[in-house]
């Protein structure tokens, strides 16, 4: 059962999945990054200075402080049950960025495939009993029929 494994775990596809796993996590952090840090604060500063890590509901006031909580961090911290729809945005924006930055990728990555070039034709079918033969025959080997030039 361990060669088995063994042999599984090194085969090229999913020794490069794990590849494209680690890299993944790596690009999310970034791209994570990208969006708290250059992104939403530019749109929060259009939109009047909102900050959308703190953008929440309170469903439920938390027991050791009822509130108001200025930020999801004191909401959370007191306990309190929210919904938090401003990480939802952030994330969703974040979503967009990498589904954007993976399509680009692929295309870019197709771009530099390299065309396959179609394989010469080397056989015709007979006209009499639909035959696969070589273009140089002059009669059908299966039925013997005299091929037109």
């Not at 060669?3 to 890299?23: R, T």
């Not at 970034?30 to 992104?39: C, E, L, M, N, P």
């Amino acid at each position: 059962m361990l060669n088995e494994f063994k042999k599984f775990a090194m085969k090229g596809n999913v020794v490069d999945m794990a590849v494209g796993i680690i890299i993944g996590g790596a690009f999310s952090t970034i791209v994570k990054s990208f969006v708290a840090d250059i992104i939403m604060p530019p749109i929060g500063l259009l939109l009047g200075g909102v900050d959308f890590t703190d953008m929440f509901v309170v469903l439920r006031a938390g027991v050791e402080n009822p509130g108001p909580y200025v930020a999801l961090a004191d909401a959370q911290a007191a306990g309190a049950v929210t919904v938090n729809y401003g990480l939802f945005i952030t994330n969703t924006i974040s979503f967009l960025i990498v589904a954007f930055a993976v399509f680009w990728l692929v295309k870019g990555m197709n771009s530099l495939r390299t065309k396959e070039e179609p394989a010469p034709v080397t056989t015709k079918t007979c006209e009499f009993c639909a035959t696969s033969i070589p273009l140089a025959a002059k009669r059908c080997p299966a039925c013997t029929s005299e091929l037109p030039s």
